[in-house]
């Protein structure tokens, strides 16, 4: 890897790790006081509409982001086209969805939804402000700035949510905490990017980038009824409580699995986009033993003390979120390593490629969904996440066609670090097991995981580890 791509894509892990802890460890901390003080039902109103607004979000994105990070020379004039293109279509699906609204109330039996809704659909208004901003932010690798803006909405939107929770706002607080953080980070996304918005409006930059943007944009909205069907399905079929058990279980995982594909994620794409061709496969590689070191002990680990995790944070209300938790949390390990995959693909320009694999696995998980809700919850989420592993093989066989990467890399690459997190598992959990103190055998779980995890790789002599070990003495170094 080119040494200037090294450093660069190595200040972005860095930054993007520490805004990504940070920011989710605030989510913990707030998620945490927020789940104590609010009903499971107050948390399945609110994700009954999730869907919703995550496909209007990603209607008025459009793709835009990842065409201009593609794009070799981009200009005001592209931003411009972006930022108006973005705005105006989400201006008009706020007003459908202000509109239609009563008849998503009267889908799930629950008027409440309608006063919900129209505010909690505000999010994607303003995102909409801030699409062509967070592009510029993203092309420059500018992840200092952008975490920077993600901290702080965080830690505002936070505030807000618990002030209304504590004075009976219930799930008011919840969707004033998501509005809130959109706006915020718009507000900042405008303050660090050199780009201001012109009433000298071309729209030509959108239609050159729309063949590769659109194939993006339906990307992302299969990809989004994929992770969102269960809400749709269980709020339908079942009850409120239902949603919220699931609900809960999904965002602890999902804050796990956004720590670390978030902070990899934003070098990715850039990175792979501006390796020569020559180099690509070296770089892939690397990426991908970096992500597999993260995510497996991270994930697996999670997976292993959501019992001990769930009863010590948020109570015993919501003890059936754990083993939703454990499984889920399977898949997690392995989200970070698919999302290499799909930003691999983008990075060549195969927006059809992606899209083709996320539309099969949206399409099967549905129907295998559909003729299992009948069985409860967990038989669904076990084959939720088991059809996410094996439609991993569709971008496999495209990665493949764009780098070389055969399976024996892939083998290569991930198993020491997948056979070092099992046996660290195995040992966490033999050893808690003689305790009945969950404090304990939370604290014990966590020490002998980490533990046999860095001697595994340390007698494997891992080059990420050594790697990573370096740097960090690096940034001491230099700080001293």
């Given at each position: ?22 920011q ?20 399945g ?6 869907i919703?607004?995550?496909?209007a ?6 793709g835009?982001r990842s ?5 070799k020379d ?10 108006w ?5 989400g201006?008009l699906?706020y007003?459908t ?5 009563p008849?998503?109330?009267d ?13 909690m ?10 699409t ?5 932010l ?17 830690l ?14 219930a ?6 905490m ?10 900042m996304?405008?303050?660090?990017s ?6 000298n ?6 239609v050159?980038?729309?063949p590769?943007?659109?194939?993006l ?15 749709v399905?269980l ?23 956004q720590?670390?594909?978030?902070a990899?994620e ?12 020559s180099?690509?496969l ?13 995510s497996?002990?991270?994930?697996f680990?999670l997976?292993l ?17 754990a083993?939703?938790?454990t499984?889920?949390?399977?898949w997690g ?7 290499l ?8 320009g195969?927006s ?19 003729f ?7 038989v ?5 996440v ?6 991993m ?15 024996k890399?892939?083998?290569v ?14 040992a ?8 009945s ?40 170094v230099?700080?001293?």
């Amino acid at each position: 890897m080119d040494e200037n791509l090294k450093n660069t894509a190595a200040k972005g892990l860095f930054w993007g790790g520490i805004s990504n802890v940070t920011q989710q460890l605030l989510n913990l901390c707030f998620g945490i006081f927020l789940a104590r003080l609010l009903d499971v039902s107050d948390y399945g109103m609110v994700g009954m509409l999730t869907i919703f607004s995550a496909l209007a979000n990603a209607i008025q994105e459009g793709g835009f982001r990842s065409a201009i990070t593609n794009k070799k020379d981009v200009t005001d004039t592209d931003y411009n086209a972006v930022f108006w293109t973005s705005s105006g279509i989400g201006v008009l699906l706020y007003l459908t969805l202000f509109f239609t609204v009563p008849y998503i109330a009267d889908f799930y039996n629950t008027p409440e939804l309608v006063g919900l809704g129209r505010f909690m659909f505000l999010s994607f208004l303003f995102s909409s402000l801030g699409t062509a901003h967070n592009a510029y932010l993203f092309k420059n690798l500018k992840v200092k700035e952008m975490s920077k803006s993600t901290l702080t909405a965080s830690l505002i939107s936070g505030i807000v949510a618990l002030t209304m929770a504590f004075n009976g706002l219930a799930y008011w607080g919840i969707a004033a905490m998501n509005v809130v953080y959109v706006f915020v980070t718009t507000v900042m996304f405008w303050f660090f990017s050199l780009f201001r918005p012109s009433f000298n409006i071309s729209l030509k930059p959108v239609v050159e980038m729309l063949p590769f943007s659109i194939k993006l944009l339906i990307t992302i909205i299969f990809q989004i009824l994929n992770d969102n069907f269960f809400n749709v399905l269980l709020g339908r079929f079942y009850s409120k409580h239902d949603v919220g058990i699931y609900t809960q279980a999904y965002k602890w995982t999902n804050i796990g699995t956004q720590t670390i594909s978030l902070a990899i994620e934003n070098v990715m794409q850039p990175v792979l986009a501006k390796s020569d061709k020559s180099r690509l496969l070296q770089v892939f590689n690397k990426l991908m033993q970096t992500t597999v070191f993260i995510s497996f002990p991270c994930m697996f680990g999670l997976g292993l003390i959501a019992p001990e995790f769930i009863e010590i944070t948020i109570e015993n209300k919501w003890a059936e979120s754990a083993d939703l938790m454990t499984i889920l949390c399977i898949w997690g390990g392995f989200f970070p390593f698919a999302k290499l995959f799909q930003k691999q693909i983008l990075s060549s320009g195969q927006s059809g490629a992606l899209m083709f694999c996320v539309i099969v696995t949206c399409i099967l998980q549905i129907i295998v969904v559909c003729f299992s809700f009948e069985y409860g919850i967990k038989v669904m989420t076990s084959i939720y996440v088991a059809v996410n592993l094996l439609c991993m093989g569709f971008l496999y066989y495209f990665v493949h066609r764009i780098n070389g990467v055969t399976i024996k890399d892939i083998f290569v690459n991930i198993m020491p670090f997948f056979v070092s997190v099992l046996i660290a598992l195995f040992a966490a959990y033999f050893a808690s097991s003689v305790f009945s103190n969950i404090y304990v055998k939370l604290v014990i779980k966590i020490i002998v995981t980490a533990s046999v995890y860095f001697l595994m790789l340390k007698l494997m002599k891992s080059v990420v580890l050594t790697e990573s070990l370096e740097f960090v003495k690096s940034l001491i170094v230099k700080k001293k």
